[in-house]
T-cell receptor
Framework: NAGVTQTPKFQVLKTGQSMTLQCAQD?????MYWYRQDPGMGLRLIYY???????DKGEVPNGYNVSRLNKREFSLRLESAAPSQTSVYFC????????????????FGAGTRLSVL | KNEVEQSPQNLTAQEGEFITINCSYS?????LHWLQQHPGGGIVSLFM???GKKKHGRLIATINIQEKHSSLHITASHPRDSAVYIC???????????FGTGTRLTIIP
């Protein structure tokens, strides 16, 4: 059981280049999330998807787009990378049922370390 | 927006010591999540609780809803407990989490 799988693990981009971070989960979870983690700051939500076909902005969506391709996959795209997007990116998923505390636990991927030069 | 504060930011202790990490938040919540981030970067869930106390092995999490405060305790600490411990709160009415900045714990043999 792989859980949440993110690719790639590391990436270096030049300013203006584009790339897509891939995320897939095999736990049949409804909700998926993209976060970024920067030194001295808590994890911040970029975008999330409550179900297949829906996406919503989080706290820091500017410069990113997402796509919930199906229930398993949720990708994050940087159209024109900027040095301010240098960060560690985490994908997470949860079953997200309001009635069950345990089903709101988020499971995280291993992270993608992105540097934009 | 819910403000989440953790203390201390950094904690160094000797192996075997009892460890306490604190988390305070500003607005009422539906649940609180404790997570552990390993030195390699991976993040795992430890507890999710909405009241009282939960225990798993040497880890104990408590929450006081009235005081808007939670603590994570580690008994008989071990070097393998060295990690960043992150508190996150789930606000009423949505599934989003607001995260604290983490407490970096180092256990010296």
């Amino acid at each position: 059981n792989a859980g949440v799988t993110q690719t790639p693990k590391f990436q270096v981009l030049k300013t203006g280049q584009s790339m897509t971070l891939q995320c897939a989960q095999d736990m049949n979870h409804n909700s998926m999330y993209w976060y970024r983690q920067d030194p001295g700051m808590g994890l911040r939500l970029i975008y999330y998807s409550a179900s297949e076909g829906t996406t919503d902005k989080g706290e820091v969506p500017n410069g990113y787009n997402v796509s919930r391709l199906n229930k398993r996959e949720f990708s994050l795209r940087l159209e024109s990378a900027a040095p301010s997007q240098t960060s560690v990116y985490f994908c997470a998923s949860s079953e997200a049922q309001v009635t069950s505390l345990a089903k709101n636990i988020q499971y995280f991927g291993a992270g993608t370390r992105l540097s934009v030069l | 927006k819910n403000e989440v504060e953790q203390s201390p930011q950094n904690l160094t202790a000797q192996e075997g010591e009892f460890i306490t990490i604190n988390c305070s938040y500003s607005v009422g919540i539906s649940a609180l999540h404790w997570l552990q981030q390993h030195p390699g970067g991976g993040i795992v869930s430890l507890f999710m609780l909405s009241s009282g106390k939960k225990k798993h092995g040497r880890l104990i999490a408590t929450i006081n809803i009235q005081e808007k405060h939670s603590s994570l305790h580690i008994t008989a600490s071990h070097p393998r407990d060295s990690a960043v411990y992150i508190c996150a709160v789930k606000n009423f009415g949505n599934e989003k989490l607001t995260f604290g900045t983490g407490t970096r714990l180092t256990i010296i043999p």
